[in-house]
């Protein structure tokens, strides 16, 4: 050992408790003996209270030591994996740009010829893959009953002949259901799914068309076909698509559209599709089947068809009629569908 290091070694030592426990106890001892000398103690039991101490400190040292220097050789280790690792990633990705720039000179890379076959990737767009929307709650095709009055958002003759044009906020629609002047009926709903198209491949691919079904099993609710629209076009967009067909991707190109389906209660009356409600919160799946099919052509002519199944969650729509039904009071309703009224 050098003497640099004998040196730290005797200083680690030295701050150790125990050592100045036995040099304690040892400097104790030979105090009582010149105080009484019948309590002296053979020279041995000095040395070894002394030679204790010291030991005991030193395997302390020794122990702290080795557990440090383990630690900084793992930290070492590690530093050099994450070196060897960032450097194989980087010749990875040397290798990848070579073999793509081959590609572009001699139409095949160094190892295989390229993969001209279309390649879709279909996902719903991640962090905003769909969201639900209710309607006013009434049915449309009866139009409004307000005091023995037939109101709608329609021209209606009034007494002199002529047309009047009637129209009325949601905020007074819901005020009138309320205060029971109006029957109310559970809204139809708005599914918007947020589509993303991937051109995962080596070839320009033509969307000819996307479809799109619903699966909706046991829910209270069905669901019409989606209608494929534009990612910004706004609510009744669907009655007039504005997609126009086809679409052309080039490789690595993302494609982004919506589709919008129609969800209905089931049931003739408000009653029954709370009880349906009810029955389907048992089952505690909330699960729609979503299948999303697209027609395509590649660069040859030659038609191809994509087909993703995706999953979509009809809790979100159960939390809109609850609440929707706790805004407009509609405590029967509440209580068939298992839930508690605010103003119980």
Known sequence: MKKSNLLS???????????????????????????????RLPQIIYILLALTGF??????????????????????????????????????????????????????????EIDLTPN???????????????????KPETGLLLAGTLIASKLIPNEDGNQ?????????????????????????????????????????????????????????????SPTPIGKDDKEFAELIPSIKFPITLSPGTIYFCDLISRVSPRGDTSAQFAAGLRDYRAKREYIANLSIDIDAMDSNGAQCSFNQNLKVSSRPLIDLYISEWHELEQSELLRIAGYKSKTT
């Open 9 to 39: 070694y005797s200083i680690l030592v030295s701050k150790k408790w125990v050592f100045w426990l036995f040099a304690l106890l040892d400097i104790i001892a030979l105090i009582a003996q010149y105080v009484d000398p019948s309590l």
């Open 55 to 112: 030991l005991w400190a030193g395997f302390d040292v020794y122990h702290e030591t080795t557990a440090k220097q383990e630690i900084l050789e793992q930290e070492m280790m590690a530093e050099h994996e994450t070196i060897l690792r960032e450097s194989a990633m980087k010749h990875e990705k040397e290798l990848k740009e070579y073999r793509e720039a081959l590609a572009t000179l001699t139409g095949k890379t160094q190892l295989e």
């Open 120 to 138: 879709l990737g279909i996902l719903l767009t991640e962090g905003n893959e769909y969201e639900f929307s209710l309607s006013i709650p009434i």
């Open 164 to 224: 009047e044009d009637f129209h009325f906020s949601e905020s007074e629609i819901k005020k009138w259901i309320k205060e029971g002047q109006l029957d109310y009926h559970p809204s139809a709903a708005k599914l918007r799914i947020h589509l993303r198209v991937d051109n995962l491949g080596m070839v320009p691919v033509d969307i000819l068309s996307i479809e799109a079904y619903i699966d909706e099993g046991d829910a209270p609710f069905y669901c019409s």
